[in-house]
């Protein structure tokens, strides 16, 4: 094994995001996912136009809520919050 120097950190970005993210690598999806996570829980990642959210923006939040709910092993009901 090579020497470990606590000096440095190597440190993965993505900061172009006109290109599809490709799901065929673990590695890469879980790096995209963990740097948009804390984003999307503050709720900078949602786009509600002015007024009402259509039923498509409803639904898209929900699953992804739904989904990250499930991602967190809990066996409770999310709260209204979460």
């Known amino acids: 094994a090579e020497p470990v ?3 440095y950190s190597l440190w993965f970005r993505r900061v172009v ?3 599809a993210l490709k799901l065929d690598n673990e590695l890469y999806v ?3 996912y963990n740097q948009v996570l804390p984003d999307y829980l503050k709720a900078l990642l949602s786009v509600v136009p002015p007024g009402k959210p259509s039923e498509q923006h409803v ?3 929900s699953r992804l809520a ?3 709910h499930r991602a ?3 066996v409770y009901l999310p709260t209204l919050r979460e």
């Open 5 to 7: 120097d606590a000096n």
């Open 30 to 32: 879980t790096m995209h």
């Open 72 to 74: 967190k092993d809990s």
């Open 66 to 68: 739904a989904l990250q």
């Open 17 to 19: 995001w006109s290109l």
């Open 59 to 61: 639904q898209q939040i």
